[in-house]
């Protein structure tokens, strides 16, 4: 039974951080590749970051690379994503969920949480 939850958001200034977490059952790291995703208001849904500690594929989306860092912690079977210098355009719903990445690109399928909320406002 894979199942995945997300915590670590909440409200934060613009020009802050949050760390957000994922952490999987029903499956390990080395199974599935993670991707963080989000969806704003009015925004269609759409893939941020992912990791595949499997072979190492690491994939961030244009606007949060440099901002943004993903990392994997087996023995916790969690996926983190920390999030620096968030602009209010980064506020969303994210999501974790099991997906296909590579480089350049990221799609969720099968297993998704259930969100966590990112507010970036003064």
């Known amino acids: 039974q894979v199942q995945l939850v997300e915590s670590g958001g909440g409200l934060v200034q613009p020009g802050g951080s949050l760390r957000l977490s994922c952490t999987a059952s029903?499956?390990?790291?080395?199974?599935?590749?993670i991707g963080w995703f989000r969806q704003a208001p009015g925004k269609e849904r759409e893939g941020v970051s992912c990791?595949?500690?499997?072979?190492?594929?690491?994939y961030y989306k244009e606007p949060v690379k440099g901002r943004f860092t993903i990392s994997g912690d087996n023995a916790k079977n969690t996926v983190y994503l920390q999030m620096s210098g968030l602009k209010p355009e980064d506020s969303a719903v994210y999501y974790c969920?099991?997906?296909?990445?590579?480089?350049?690109?990221?799609?969720?399928?099968?297993?998704w949480g259930p969100g966590t909320q990112v507010t970036v406002s003064s």
């Open positions: 990791i595949n500690t499997s072979d190492g594929t690491i």
């Open positions: 029903g499956f390990t790291l080395d199974d599935y590749a």
């Open positions: 969920a099991t997906a296909l990445c590579g480089n350049h690109y990221v799609a969720g399928f099968g297993s």
